[in-house]
């Protein structure tokens, strides 16, 4: 025991000692605030960095003109030549693009052209054609001799608020955007596994290409070698991710400090103000449905005792599970370049249960499919989490807790087995039957 | 100190050891001799239990081979390593602690063996910023550090210099006249007549030859004699008076060298006595076969 001990202390001082762990460390949450920080500015300011587009209006039906409305980015202009003579204008003028509306009924508008020096981007085609249906659309109703301002009075934004009912008679607000801090947790579970665990198996390789593994096992047993470094390297991943929680909350109160209020408060009022000028659809948006005060309400009605703990739980568990294999993998191969093979089926379980997760188990949390990935060890760590915050019935999650720990003790037992043996064998790169015969050589 | 009773070792497809048993004296630097893939290895990880026999047993002092044992057994393998990225220092420590040292003790026993190999002014440096020989000192070092009573040692010279392998053998020497039993592995033969007291010999898995050099040398003599000479031997031949068989009769270094071929009733002093009426002799001495040629014809 007190050999293992030494080993963890080796595994973990070797690795946080290095200066790459204190730059991913510090630089990874700088590099995400930074992320985030470009993403909130373009979704608030992002009209900004995008120039003014002119657009050339020529209109065989003589009825558009005037009524395209001009924005911050288009800047509609109507012409009153022809086609081909606008054209030949365009070239010489300085407008973006040449829109060019033939004559059609309003049942069946074609032959619609943009013409442009440059292809104009999807979202400017899609601005210009949603300007241009709500005008046909316009168009029709007052022949049909319906009043437009009437009409847009009589549109509702519907938002339907979600509530649980529980057995103690209360109710909570849930679901909604809460269902993301599941299947966050999730990712942060897929990361670390797939991080750390590729970690755990390079460890391996590197004793064993630097021959010094033969020196180490004359003094401890091979188990107690390999659960050493997969605890090592699991305390390193778990300082780092203290660290990066820190750092992050700290920069992030700096930086409140520095823009002068809460950053999603801020994203939440000037979110509304730019709905409240924006496209008519999103015109009935009232405070209820904001977005921003959404998260934050159902954020509150979650239970995060019970969300931080399971995460730990299947943060650990899993990757106990998925690291005991990478380390046996490790032990298998002579060079990180052999991995790819060995690799594969092991990342399988891995990959598939975070797509998953992501666009199934988020959607329909209660199926059969997801019911069953969150009970099976190699999948439970990243679907559970998913499952959690849509309510799990407490029986499915100790069960699925139980087999996750059989499941590491079944996958630590078969990975010490190929371990001990791989670590000795140097030269041809095994292959899986030679791996299945090593699980029953006596060591 | 260490007694190998029938160890029976099988892999997959073929058998490493077949029924070894041999008996290392205490105190004694004994040769584990034997031509690549004869065993050695195999025999070696077992007595570093990082492998098991499937029968047989290993005796320590008596008491069967456990891990109480592996703090009295130092090891130096064929392949050597150390962690690249690691102070040197620090490595020392780690596995002067996986051997069970204390931090102190193990701390005090590296500042020592570094001021006698002279390499105190490496501690803090990497593994990886020194040269191969280098390495293999602090490697030995490393193998030496927790005092082991017995030292299995395969291949230490490789790699060393001829100053650095003669510190290296002064080291070995006087670790085993402190004590230590010294299991010595090697191809280089000059090196086992100068060092091993007793050696074993396996081949094709199985142990073919064992005892103490003197005895197996002794064994290994055919009665031949070499003698150097000034003079004629050329009408020997004809000559009925003479009975001794002449192996080989050559020019060397300005005298002649005759090898004789006795046979069992015939003594040196009769081949002496027979060759003083004819020729000057300059030297005259007993054909002993070295380790070297023994290993050889027996492996053949």
Same mark, same amino acid.
Request: with cysteine; charged share 20%.
């Given at each position: 025991? +007190?050999?293992?001990?030494?080993?963890?202390?080796?595994?973990?001082?070797?690795?946080?000692?290095?200066?790459? $762990?204190?730059?991913?460390?510090?630089?990874?949450?700088?590099?995400?605030?930074?992320?985030?920080?470009?993403?909130?500015?373009?979704?608030?300011?992002?009209?900004?960095?995008?120039?003014?587009?002119?657009?050339?209006?020529?209109?065989?039906?003589?009825?558009?003109?005037?009524?395209?409305? *001009?924005?911050? +980015?288009?800047?509609?202009?109507?012409?009153?030549?022809?086609?081909?003579?606008?054209?030949?204008? $365009?070239?010489?003028?300085?407008?973006?693009?040449?829109?060019?509306?033939?004559?059609?009924?309003?049942?069946?508008?074609?032959?619609?052209?943009?013409?442009?020096?440059?292809?104009?981007?999807?979202?400017?085609?899609?601005?210009?054609?949603?300007?241009?249906?709500?005008?046909?659309?316009?168009?029709?109703?007052?022949?049909? @001799?319906?009043?437009?301002?009437?009409?847009?009075?009589?549109?509702?934004?519907?938002?339907?608020?979600?509530?649980?009912?529980?057995?103690?008679?209360?109710?909570?607000?849930?679901?909604?955007?809460?269902?993301?801090?599941?299947?966050?947790?999730?990712?942060?579970?897929?990361?670390?596994?797939?991080?750390?665990?590729?970690?755990?198996?390079?460890?391996?390789?590197?004793?064993?290409?630097?021959?010094?593994?033969?020196?180490?096992? &004359?003094?401890?047993?091979?188990?107690?070698?390999?659960?050493?470094?997969?605890?090592?390297?699991?305390?390193?991943?778990?300082?780092?991710?203290?660290?990066?929680?820190?750092?992050?909350?700290?920069?992030?109160?700096?930086?409140?400090?520095?823009?002068?209020?809460?950053?999603?408060?801020?994203?939440?009022?000037?979110?509304?103000?730019?709905?409240?000028?924006?496209?008519?659809?999103?015109?009935?948006?009232?405070?209820?449905?904001?977005?921003?005060?959404?998260?934050?309400?159902?954020?509150?009605?979650? *239970?995060?005792?019970?969300?931080?703990?399971?995460?730990?739980?299947?943060?650990?568990?899993?990757?106990?599970?998925?690291?005991?294999?990478?380390?046996?993998?490790?032990?298998?191969?002579?060079?990180?370049?052999?991995?790819?093979?060995?690799? $594969?089926?092991?990342?399988?379980?891995?990959?598939?249960?975070?797509?998953?997760?992501?666009?199934?188990?988020?959607?329909?949390?209660?199926?059969?499919? &997801?019911?069953? !990935?969150?009970?099976?060890?190699?999948?439970?760590?990243?679907?559970?989490?998913?499952?959690?915050?849509?309510?799990?019935?407490?029986?499915?999650?100790? %069960?699925?807790?139980?087999?996750?720990?059989?499941?590491?003790?079944?996958?630590?037992?078969?990975?010490?087995?190929?371990?001990?043996?791989?670590? %000795?064998?140097? @030269?041809?790169?095994?292959?899986?039957?030679?791996?299945?015969?090593?699980?029953?050589?006596?060591? | 100190?260490?007694?190998?009773?029938?160890?029976?070792?099988?892999? &997959?497809?073929?058998?490493?050891?077949?029924?070894?048993?041999?008996?290392?004296?205490?105190?004694?630097?004994?040769?584990?001799?034997?031509?690549?893939?004869?065993?050695?290895?195999?025999?070696?990880?077992?007595?570093?239990?990082?492998?098991?026999?499937?029968?047989?047993?290993?005796?320590?002092?008596?008491?069967?081979?456990?891990?109480?044992?592996?703090?009295?057994?130092?090891?130096?393998?064929?392949?050597?390593?150390?962690?690249?990225?690691?102070?040197?220092?620090?490595?020392?420590?780690?596995?002067?602690?996986?051997?069970?040292?204390?931090?102190?003790?193990?701390?005090?026993?590296?500042?020592?063996?570094?001021?006698?190999?002279?390499?105190?002014?490496?501690? +803090?440096?990497?593994?990886?910023?020194?040269?191969?020989?280098?390495?293999?000192?602090?490697?030995?070092?490393?193998?030496? %550090?927790?005092?082991?009573?017995?030292?299995?040692?395969?291949?230490?010279?490789?790699?060393?210099?001829?100053?650095?392998?003669?510190?290296?053998?002064?080291?070995?020497?006087?670790?085993?006249?402190?004590?230590?039993?010294?299991?010595?592995?090697?191809?280089?033969?000059?090196?086992?007549?100068?060092?091993?007291?007793?050696?074993?010999?396996?081949?094709?898995?199985?142990?073919?030859?064992?005892?103490?050099?003197?005895?197996?040398?002794?064994?290994?003599?055919?009665? &031949? !004699?070499?003698?150097?000479?000034?003079?004629?031997?050329?009408?020997?031949?004809?000559?009925?008076?003479?009975?001794?068989?002449?192996?080989?009769?050559?020019?060397?270094?300005?005298?002649?060298?005759?090898?004789?071929?006795?046979?069992?009733?015939?003594?040196?002093?009769?081949?002496?006595?027979?060759?003083?009426?004819?020729?000057?002799?300059?030297?005259?001495?007993?054909?002993?076969?070295?380790? *070297?040629?023994?290993?050889?014809?027996?492996?053949?």
């Amino acid at each position: 025991m +007190n050999k293992i001990l030494l080993i963890i202390q080796r595994e973990y001082l070797s690795r946080v000692k290095k200066k790459s $762990f204190l730059l991913v460390t510090f630089g990874v949450p700088i590099l995400i605030m930074l992320m985030y920080g470009l993403v909130f500015a373009l979704i608030l300011k992002g009209d900004k960095f995008e120039e003014s587009k002119k657009i050339v209006v020529v209109d065989d039906n003589n009825y558009f003109e005037g009524k395209f409305k *001009n924005t911050a +980015n288009l800047n509609f202009e109507f012409s009153d030549e022809g086609l081909e003579d606008s054209k030949k204008g $365009f070239l010489k003028g300085d407008a973006d693009f040449l829109l060019y509306l033939p004559k059609f009924e309003n049942n069946k508008p074609s032959g619609i052209q943009m013409y442009g020096e440059k292809q104009p981007g999807f979202v400017l085609i899609d601005d210009v054609e949603e300007k241009l249906e709500i005008l046909i659309r316009d168009k029709k109703l007052i022949a049909s @001799g319906i009043d437009t301002t009437e009409l847009n009075n009589l549109k509702t934004s519907v938002s339907i608020d979600t509530k649980k009912i529980t057995e103690t008679g209360e109710e909570e607000s849930s679901s909604g955007a809460t269902s993301f801090i599941g299947l966050l947790f999730s990712i942060l579970i897929y990361m670390f596994i797939f991080v750390y665990g590729v970690q755990v198996m390079r460890g391996v390789t590197e004793e064993k290409t630097s021959r010094i593994i033969e020196v180490l096992i &004359s003094s401890v047993k091979p188990f107690e070698l390999m659960m050493g470094k997969i605890i090592g390297i699991a305390m390193v991943g778990l300082t780092q991710f203290l660290l990066w929680i820190v750092v992050t909350v700290a920069l992030g109160s700096v930086a409140s400090n520095f823009i002068g209020g809460n950053p999603a408060e801020q994203f939440s009022k000037s979110a509304q103000t730019e709905l409240s000028q924006g496209s008519e659809k999103m015109k009935a948006a009232n405070s209820e449905t904001d977005p921003a005060k959404m998260v934050m309400d159902s954020l509150s009605t979650l *239970n995060f005792p019970l969300l931080l703990s399971c995460f730990l739980i299947y943060f650990i568990g899993g990757y106990l599970l998925y690291s005991a294999l990478f380390a046996a993998i490790g032990s298998a191969i002579d060079s990180d370049s052999d991995s790819q093979q060995f690799m $594969f089926p092991v990342t399988v379980p891995l990959i598939l249960s975070i797509i998953v997760s992501s666009n199934y188990i988020i959607r329909f949390p209660d199926s059969p499919v &997801s019911f069953w !990935f969150s009970i099976i060890p190699f999948t439970s760590p990243i679907a559970m989490m998913t499952r959690i915050p849509f309510g799990v019935p407490v029986w499915e999650i100790i %069960l699925s807790i139980i087999l996750l720990i059989f499941g590491f003790i079944g996958t630590v037992w078969f990975a010490a087995k190929i371990y001990r043996t791989g670590i %000795l064998m140097y @030269g041809k790169k095994p292959t899986f039957k030679e791996l299945g015969k090593w699980l029953f050589y006596k060591n | 100190m260490l007694e190998i009773k029938n160890i029976v070792k099988q892999y &997959s497809g073929h058998r490493a050891l077949n029924d070894v048993s041999m008996t290392i004296p205490k105190g004694k630097i004994f040769g584990l001799l034997g031509p690549n893939g004869a065993g050695k290895t195999s025999l070696i990880r077992i007595i570093n239990q990082i492998t098991a026999p499937d029968s047989g047993e290993v005796l320590f002092n008596g008491e069967k081979l456990s891990g109480k044992h592996i703090s009295q057994i130092g090891y130096l393998p064929e392949e050597r390593g150390l962690y690249k990225k690691m102070e040197i220092g620090e490595q020392m420590l780690y596995l002067a602690q996986l051997k069970g040292m204390s931090r102190s003790d193990a701390e005090n026993k590296i500042r020592y063996w570094f001021k006698k190999m002279e390499i105190q002014t490496w501690w +803090n440096k990497k593994v990886e910023e020194l040269s191969k020989g280098m390495q293999q000192k602090v490697q030995f070092v490393s193998t030496v %550090l927790h005092n082991p009573s017995l030292l299995i040692l395969d291949e230490p010279f490789s790699g060393f210099d001829p100053i650095n392998a003669e510190i290296i053998k002064n080291e070995i020497l006087e670790l085993n006249q402190n004590g230590a039993t010294i299991i010595f592995s090697t191809h280089r033969m000059e090196s086992v007549e100068e060092l091993c007291d007793s050696i074993a010999l396996l081949n094709k898995s199985e142990k073919i030859l064992d005892g103490t050099v003197k005895e197996i040398k002794n064994s290994y003599k055919t009665n &031949s !004699f070499k003698v150097e000479y000034i003079g004629d031997l050329k009408n020997i031949n004809g000559d009925f008076t003479f009975h001794f068989k002449v192996k080989s009769d050559e020019e060397m270094d300005g005298n002649r060298t005759a090898v004789f071929d006795l046979h069992s009733y015939q003594t040196a002093n009769e081949l002496l006595s027979a060759l003083i009426s004819r020729v000057q002799i300059v030297k005259f001495e007993e054909v002993i076969p070295s380790i *070297n040629d023994i290993f050889i014809s027996s492996v053949n």
